[in-house]
């Protein structure tokens, strides 16, 4: 049975920086995307990036500037940081994984259990 | 920019059929059969109950269907129930991973 748990700091100022982990349990890290989805509260999904387990990374480019996500293979774990947070990135983030078909991750299986972020002064 | 677009909201009777269309500003979401579907309940994480248009990961009820059709995907919903009450998103691959803005289903 796959499971992601995350976790992270769920109150954050303005300027300061989100960091958020991702836990996966029962699944291989290899062979995968490990994805990060957002959702602004009463709004919808917005896909912020994504890495494999030799490092690869793919950012929306919307958040390029600001985005970090890593990965420690000897934990099966992924890691999402989101520099000089603004109230605009106020949203319940969520690990996934995601499926692949070539070069394109098209869909996501398995879901984390969502960590409200909320930037606020 | 592409765009997934989806009707804001639709409501249906229990045991009655319904669909929900996802429509793409860009032709490349016909070339390939990359679409998915996420039904949301309140409060939770969104659930893959679609993927490659028609097809349904283990355990998902077969009530669940999809179809494309040129730039226009859809996702049809038999014998509403009242658990079928939820938000349902469609995704696609266009220039990178886009989601539709969400359905919001009510089960009258």
């Known amino acids: 049975q796959v499971q992601l748990q995350q976790w992270g700091a769920g109150l954050l100022k303005p300027s300061e920086t989100l960091s958020l982990t991702c836990a996966v349990y029962?699944?291989?890290?290899?062979?995968?995307?490990w994805t990060w989805i957002r959702q602004p509260p009463g709004k919808g999904l917005e896909w912020i990036g994504e890495?494999?387990?030799?490092?690869?990374?793919n950012y929306n480019p919307s958040l390029r500037s600001r985005l970090t996500i890593s990965a420690d293979t000897s934990k099966s774990q992924f890691s999402l940081r989101l520099s000089s947070v603004t109230a605009a990135d106020t949203a319940v983030y969520y690990c996934?994984?995601?499926?692949?078909?070539?070069?394109?991750?098209?869909?996501?299986?398995?879901w984390g259990q969502g960590t409200l972020v909320t930037v606020s002064s | 920019q592409s765009a997934l677009t989806q009707p804001a909201s639709l409501s249906g009777s229990p045991g009655q059929s319904i669909t929900i269309s996802c429509t793409a500003t860009?032709?490349?979401?016909?070339?390939?059969?990359?679409v998915s579907w996420y039904q949301q309940h309140p409060g939770k994480a969104p659930k893959l109950i679609l993927y490659?248009?028609?097809k349904r990961p283990s355990g998902v009820s077969d009530r669940f269907s999809g179809s494309k059709s040129g730039n226009t995907a859809s996702l049809t919903i038999s014998g509403l129930q009242a658990d079928d009450e939820a938000d349902y998103y469609c995704?696609?691959?266009?220039?990178?991973?886009?989601f539709g803005g969400g359905t919001k289903l009510t089960v009258l």
């Open positions: 029962g699944d291989s890290f290899s062979g995968h995307y």
């Open positions: 995704c696609s691959y266009v220039r990178g991973v886009l």
């Open positions: 890495i494999n387990h030799t490092g690869s990374t």
């Open positions: 996934a994984r995601g499926r692949r078909w070539g070069l394109v991750t098209y869909y996501f299986d398995y």
């Open positions: 860009s032709s490349a979401v016909g070339t390939y059969n990359l």
């Open positions: 490659e248009v028609n």
